[in-house]
């Protein structure tokens, strides 16, 4: 890495990102079920390597012991265990069938299907204040992400849009089927945009790494549709970090970016332990409550909340509660369906920026984990 690499990329991000350590080849057609809307009446558990057939003995027993309805069942490649989705039948308490299925020696974790939230040269590049305040311009010179590939576990990505369609490479569904989903996706979108927009082709404006490449990995849903929030469950983002860590990916994402929030979740934990042993930055968005900050606040995951950079830099309120990040998150100007601008507010902005700092630090096999330790964050530990 160049002397002058250094001291743009992590000079901005010293300067700019606010920190606190508190004390003590395209895949553009969907393979996934349709998955129903989120449900209180759903658990799901893990079983530990075996044959499949014992597994599928395992899942018929209990569901027959506990009185519950299979929904789904697969393999999670990435960890070599079988996970299965079932329903507790309405009237059942889905309390007591997790606690009796933890005790069975069968199971590896049992738990609820948790609901997770989203957290809200080109002719635009002068409304970019997150990307002056950053001093993004400046790294550009040394570093753009060029080939690194970031997951964004979020809704669809409207992959044509004139600023994106360079950047998605894999484009996979685990919400329903079909491309023509994306298109319409206004979270994902947006996330994507402010990762990794292509610079100085004319159009829009230019993300934080304009030559990254995106893995655009469907996990939620708009809710209701059309809107900018959207919810994804236990079910469908374990589907997705499998998929993004598993071997049918030729080249695996370098950062997983989760511009999402919700309760803390054993085998969502597990998958993303799985990927920071792999090597891989795990960028989250707080979620701003200490019941609904997961991953954020998962061990080794990089924490990003929003800060409102048009009133002084980014910083940390005075006594929050551990090590984070703080990058611009108020009125981001980013990438909407079909070829559209908008501004986007929230952490969910401001962690996709620090997702593309972290691939303008790993294109120059820079340690990006860290480097964010280094200034306060916390890092990757």
């Known amino acids: 890495m160049t002397a002058g690499l250094r001291g743009a990329v992590l000079g901005a991000l010293l300067l700019t990102l606010g920190c606190a350590s508190a004390p003590p080849g395209a895949f553009r057609d969907g393979g996934a079920p349709a998955v129903p809307p989120p449900t209180d009446q759903q658990v799901m558990v893990t079983y530990a390597p075996a044959l499949p057939v014992i597994w599928a003995q395992n899942t018929a027993d209990l569901a027959r012991r506990y009185g519950l ?20 039948p309405r009237g ?22 948790e609901t997770f939230r989203t957290q809200g040269g080109d002719p635009y590049a002068q409304l970019q204040h997150g990307s002056t305040t950053l001093r993004l311009d400046q790294a550009h010179r040394f570093a753009t992400g060029k080939g690194v590939k ?15 369609r360079d950047r998605v490479k894999i484009a996979q569904s685990f919400v329903d089927r079909g491309k023509g989903s994306f298109a319409n996706d206004i979270h994902g979108t947006a996330v994507a945009g402010l990762i990794a927009a292509t610079a100085d082709n004319g159009t829009g404006i230019a993300g934080a790494a304009p030559q990254a490449e995106i893995y655009a990995l469907k ?61 891989i930055v795990v960028v989250a968005a707080e979620g701003g409550t200490p019941n609904q900050d997961f991953p954020a606040n998962h061990k080794g995951v990089i924490g990003v909340m929003g800060s409102d950079d048009l009133n002084g830099p980014p910083s940390v309120p005075a006594g929050h509660s551990r090590a984070v990040l703080a990058a611009p998150g108020i009125d981001i100007l980013t990438t909407m369906p079909h070829g559209t601008y908008d501004l986007f507010s929230g952490s969910s902005a401001a962690a996709a920026e620090v997702s593309g700092i972290a691939a303008l630090l790993l294109e120059s096999e820079v340690d990006a984990c860290a480097a964010l330790a280094s200034l306060g964050g916390g890092g990757c530990k």
């Open 150 to 164: 970031v997951a964004v576990v979020d809704t669809g990505v409207d992959f044509d849009h004139p600023d994106l």
């Open 92 to 113: 059942g308490s889905v309390h007591e069938v997790v606690k009796r299925l933890s005790l069975d020696s069968r199971v590896s974790l049992a738990q609820a299907v």
């Open 69 to 88: 309805n299979v929904v789904h069942a697969w393999t999670m490649e990435s960890l070599g265990e079988q996970c299965v989705v079932f329903e507790v």
């Open 219 to 279: 996990a939620c849903w708009e809710q209701p549709p059309g809107a900018r929030q959207a919810v994804c469950n236990s079910y469908t983002l374990a589907l997705a970090v499998d998929f993004a860590l598993s071997p049918r990916i030729r080249e695996p994402p370098q950062v997983l970016n989760f511009s999402l929030a919700g309760p803390t979740d054993p085998i969502l934990g597990k998958l993303i332990d799985r990927a920071l042993a792999k090597g």
